[in-house]
């Protein structure tokens, strides 16, 4: 497969953005933060101010910020955050059990989607969704998962993400201040052939034109086993606990971190 993608890569498409989408670094923080509270305060006042630093997850390892930024002025224009499922579970599943089709699954969570108002705020999206994408196909995922609150679950809607229980169901949300979500998700191999055969928009963004101005070459490589932690089993609630998960920081020198794949991570790390 993946010599497949470098044999038709000189084939694409070029293109050129006016902002660049990259890995954040941990300075970019803080004007993400800003971003995220103006962002989520419109709409969920305690959640904006509670948004006003940046957060444990920003640091972890097994999660990524990515950011856009402007490249007439380095303003921040979009971010968001994904968080994987190799050391400990999705925020998601916090609040909802999944269903077994996703058990022992390499899972992406994307969060804290936000956009900038302007007049590129739509490109700035398709643009973090396509590093979502080429982030998750490097990371050999299974699936791209998401929780959306009206009316943002409409965006994943039109990406044709699919509800993962009930159809158009909501859920209270316990990273995202207790409000309802549609928690959705889409394969990246079914993503490229749904798209191509209904002849989606982002079909040609994403997959045939090369954005050299989407950079993810400083992301952290998770290419190793992933120990899929499963949330508590033992209660009758459909609704997941928190983590006891003690984070590993992704700043630094990955090489000094001691991981022995010999045991199972859950074990080495309380998750």
Known sequence: METSRQSSAASLYREGLPFVVEMARQADLVDVAKLRSASYGKHIPSLGSALQKPEDCDYELGCEVIVA???????????????TNAFKPLPLQMSLRLPERFANARMVEATRLCVKGSPNASLVRSALF????????????????????????????????????????????A????????????????????????????????????HDDVDLSAMTSLHFPWTYPKVDTESDSSLAPLSDFTPISRFGDLTTVDIDLSTPLHHRFNA
């Open 130 to 173: 396509k590093a979502l994408f080429q982030y998750c196909e490097a990371q050999n995922v299974d699936w791209m998962m998401a929780a959306g609150r009206r009316p943002v679950d409409r965006i994943y809607d039109a990406l044709l993400f699919s509800d993962v229980v009930e159809s158009g169901k909501f859920y209270p949300m």
């Open 175 to 210: 990273h995202a201040g207790g409000v309802l979500h549609r928690v959705m998700s889409l394969a990246p191999s079914e993503a490229r052939v749904t798209w191509k055969a209904s002849e989606h928009p982002l079909y040609r963004f994403v997959i045939e034109t090369r």
């Open 69 to 83: 930024r402007s490249k007439f002025d380095g303003t921040l224009l979009g971010t968001l955050r994904t968080h």
